[in-house]
């Protein structure tokens, strides 16, 4: 069945480093979402990237979805300990109008001042 | 303010107890869904909800019901709980199924 994955599942950087993330699907996504969950709370929405090839930036963060619209990345330029948490990508499953959504394992960002 | 509330926040209850989580949200959403988060399997759909008395199945709908009777509310039920189904729940809404979603603060749930 379809798969989103997420790597790396974990990443340790000292603050000032970059940091990248990476959501590939097994299937053409007509969307996708990327989440940020702060440790003990819940996952809260960023951004949602639609078009093939899409760039969007906020701030120090930059969301890119693939050509091919399988995949796509998070990058964030000089981390900050305000970065600290885990980092969800999500798009429907199946045909894109079901209603179910899937969810990368998340990769969590550890930073270290 | 915009949210979605969940109910009880924390619960330890016994296998077969039955019990209800509710999920409440106060943006006039259509869309509404339930969550387990397990840890390295990221959160796994358990059912939605496109609109009013419109309910389906997620990836993992075992052990599990649901009923969207009003808009504002999506209550999970577990008829028989299981040590399999201790985890942290999350409801969401959003607008549609497209659009972002709002999660609650989650219930962590511990089956005994």
């Known amino acids: 069945g379809q798969q989103v994955m997420q790597i790396p599942q974990y990443q340790h950087v000292q603050e000032g480093e970059d940091f990248t993330t990476y959501c590939n699907s097994s299937?053409?996504?007509?969307?996708i979402q990327w989440y940020k969950q702060r440790p003990g709370g819940h996952p809260v929405f960023l951004i949602q990237?639609?078009?093939?090839?899409e760039v969007k930036k906020q701030k120090r963060l930059t969301f890119q979805f693939g050509e091919a619209k399988k995949n796509s990345s998070l990058h964030i330029t000089a981390t900050q300990t305000t970065d600290v948490g885990t980092y969800f990508c999500?798009?429907?499953?199946?045909?894109?109008?079901?209603?179910?959504?899937?969810f990368g394992q998340g990769t969590t960002l550890q930073v270290k001042p | 303010e915009a949210q979605v509330t969940q109910n009880p926040r924390y619960l330890i209850t016994v296998t077969g107890k039955k019990l209800t989580v509710t999920c409440s949200q106060n943006m006039n959403h259509e869309y509404m869904s339930w969550y387990r988060q397990d840890p390295g399997l990221g959160l796994r759909q358990i059912y939605y909800?496109?609109?009013?008395?419109?309910?389906d199945k997620g990836d993992v709908p075992e052990g599990y019901k649901v009923s969207r009777k009003e808009k504002r509310n999506f209550p999970l039920i577990l008829e028989s709980p299981s040590p399999n189904q201790t985890s942290l729940y999350f409801c969401?809404?959003?607008?549609?199924?497209?659009?972002?979603?709002?999660f609650g603060p989650g219930t962590r749930l511990t089956v005994l």
């Open positions: 299937t053409t996504l007509s969307n």
């Open positions: 969401a809404s959003s607008l549609g199924f497209y659009n972002e979603q709002f």
């Open positions: 909800s496109m609109n009013v008395e419109v309910t």
């Open positions: 999500a798009g429907p499953r199946g045909s894109s109008n079901t209603g179910k959504l899937i």
């Open positions: 990237l639609v078009k093939s090839g």
